[in-house]
């Protein structure tokens, strides 16, 4: 019998997720704090239920998703959370991108309760999330990771257990600092050929040939090239990631220069307005530091 399902936290990533597992054959109940989220789960048979606690009354296995970490400690712990109406034996499986320190605090309040939790962030964006495709990063139990692996397969193709209750976190971390360097650092090779007079389009081409080709660079970079900043990631939530890499970095007395120059580009774009645009539109905030404008040419 498949395993009863709950998802909170319908947005961007979540909506198309949950969908999936539904697709998959797993009953599904759902809360969503926007009613107009609903609509697709209940078209494809989802139960709406009126409270976290009220979706881990019927769920085996509850899916959260949402923004920041006072968000998953308010579902996790708060007054209606999940805690309150969790079957004993229950998985808590938390796809946010949250504190690795605040992680374990709710894996062991809810252990103590006789729920286990896995936090297992993802990376891949909206299509990664539409198409089943995501690279899931997850930290826990080795024997909630088993019993819950069927269910992460439906949602992502690239599916790793990373170590204990925060693992996945900290791997997310490391994640957003690789990929939020590598569109700076596409971003200005872009603007030195430019500034160069050579064509950009050109040089992106030539690098994804060599050592310096990357998802980033033929994602992000053509994404530069035909100034779409049309959001995949949006801006203000890399920099809610960058805040909690930089928070972690502190906490264990690291100096992460490079992660925290970006941030400050990053930071410059959301006070600028711009935090709905997807992060690869940081690349504005160099251009306007050199004076110059990546210009595509055929």
């Not at 080795?142 to 990373?162: I, W």
């Not at 994640?175 to 430019?194: D, F, P, R, Y």
């Amino acid at each position: 019998m498949a395993e009863k399902v709950g998802y909170i936290g319908l947005g961007i990533m979540g909506r198309p997720m949950a969908l999936n597992l539904l697709r998959a054959g797993y009953p599904v109940w759902v809360y969503a704090r926007r009613t107009e989220a609903l609509p697709p789960l209940t078209d494809a048979g989802a139960t709406v239920c009126s409270s976290p606690a009220d979706v881990a009354r019927h769920a085996e296995v509850v899916f959260t998703n949402v923004s920041d970490t006072p968000d998953v400690e308010q579902i996790v712990l708060g007054d209606n959370g999940i805690i309150h109406g969790a079957k004993h034996g229950a998985v808590v499986v938390d796809n946010s991108t949250i504190s690795p320190s605040a992680t374990r605090s709710m894996a062991n309040k809810l252990r103590n309760a006789g729920v286990e939790m896995l936090d297992a962030p993802v990376s891949g964006g909206e299509k990664g999330a539409i198409d089943g495709t995501l690279s899931i990063m997850a930290g826990g139990r080795t024997e909630a990771f088993e019993r819950v692996l069927p269910l992460l397969q439906v949602l992502g193709k690239n599916v790793v257990h990373v170590g204990g209750n925060g693992a996945g976190q900290v791997t997310k971390a490391c994640n957003q600092v690789v990929i939020a360097q590598t569109i700076a650092a596409v971003g200005e090779a872009l603007i030195l050929a430019t500034a160069s007079g050579v064509n950009p389009v050109k040089v992106r081409e030539a690098l994804l040939g060599g050592f310096a080709g990357s998802r980033v660079l033929e994602v992000h970079g053509q994404r530069m090239l035909e100034r779409d900043f049309e959001p995949g990631f949006m801006a203000r939530l890399h920099q809610k990631d960058m805040r909690i890499v930089l928070e972690t970095a502190r906490e264990l007395g690291l100096a992460l220069p490079g992660a925290a120059q970006v941030t400050q580009y990053i930071n410059a774009l959301v006070g600028s307005g711009d935090g709905e645009l997807d992060s690869t539109a940081l690349v504005t905030v160099q251009e306007r530091l050199s004076d110059t404008e990546i210009e595509a040419r055929k």
